[in-house]
């Protein structure tokens, strides 16, 4: 089928040990997920969550990160936001080793996290606190973002009164506000109802083509990932590893009932079922 390529274990056929050492290699925009590993040591034999993950995402890029149970999806999140150290290789944001968080790079999570004493456009604008933007400046940037994400009526609202698709664009309106290079989302809508899902993916698309921002998406959602990605990086577990990575050439906007978009679906299910 076009638009298929394996991953790492064939990575000098594919390009994609290639695309990893660009971006890492020259400075170029983008991650570059370069060679990690994960092992936890535990109390007893130690586990090895991750090993040799390789893949990048190009500026500009809508990639998604699909992969059967106990992949290591979330560690692998986790080591690309900071919030982890990887035990081998390393994450490069613009050819810079990701170390720690960094405002460089916007976190959505499943859970929204907003501050629940605080208005809309105060938990949008809360990572510009520590700014040097000036206070015109970030309320600007506020007014901005709640106009991107169709929420400049509720500004003065708090997150009790909102629905949990309007909490999701608050969350994602606060990521995009301190202009940060990547925007790394973890199963962002898996806790709204299929029809607000199914909105909530329009929305980030037009975000995403107004703002030109480089996504990385966490999803279980195989469907979801055909319906937002250019390409589809699918994991194997035991350890978690990239199986292949699934070109999505689909003309936007994606239907569901499109064969093509059917023939991707089946690919991606087939590579999470196969076993390793």
Same mark, same amino acid.
């Given at each position: ?11 000098? +056929?594919?390009?994609? $040990? +290639?695309?990893?050492d660009e971006i890492a290699g020259d400075g170029e925009a983008g991650v570059a997920v370069?060679?990690?590993?994960? $092992? ?94 000036? +206070? ?42 301190? +202009? ?33 921002? $480089? ?34 050439d689909v003309d936007r906007p994606r239907e569901r009932g499109d064969p093509a978009f ?15």
């Amino acid at each position: 089928m076009a638009g298929v390529s394996n991953g790492a274990d064939e990575a000098d +056929d594919t390009g994609v $040990t +290639d695309e990893v050492d660009e971006i890492a290699g020259d400075g170029e925009a983008g991650v570059a997920v370069d060679r990690v590993g994960k $092992t936890y040591e535990g109390d007893g034999t130690p586990v090895r969550a991750l090993d040799d993950v390789s893949f990048a995402v190009e500026e500009g890029e809508f990639v998604c990160l699909v992969g059967p149970s106990g992949c290591g999806k979330t560690t692998l999140f986790r080591v690309i936001a900071g919030l982890t150290d990887a035990t081998d290789g390393q994450v490069l944001l613009g050819g810079t080793p990701v170390i720690g968080p960094t405002t460089d790079m916007g976190v959505v999570f499943q859970e929204y996290h907003l501050f629940p004493w605080l208005t809309v456009a105060e938990n949008v604008g809360f990572g510009l606190e520590r700014s040097d933007r000036t +206070d015109a400046e970030r309320e600007r940037r506020v007014d901005e973002m709640l106009e991107l994400v169709g929420l400049s009526e509720f500004r003065d609202s708090y997150p009790k009164s909102l629905s949990g698709g309007m909490k999701q664009r608050v969350a994602i309106a606060r990521a995009l506000a301190v +202009d940060p290079e990547l925007l790394l989302m973890d199963e962002p809508f898996g806790a709204v109802d299929a029809q607000t899902r199914e909105m909530l993916q329009r929305e980030l698309l037009d975000v995403w083509q107004s703002t030109g921002k $480089t996504v990385l998406f966490v999803t279980h959602d195989v469907a979801e990932a055909v319906t937002l990605a250019d390409r589809i990086v699918v994991m194997a577990a035991e350890p978690g590893r990239v199986a292949e990575v699934v070109d999505v050439d689909v003309d936007r906007p994606r239907e569901r009932g499109d064969p093509a978009f059917g023939e991707h679906v089946a690919r991606v299910r087939e590579l999470i079922g196969a076993r390793p």
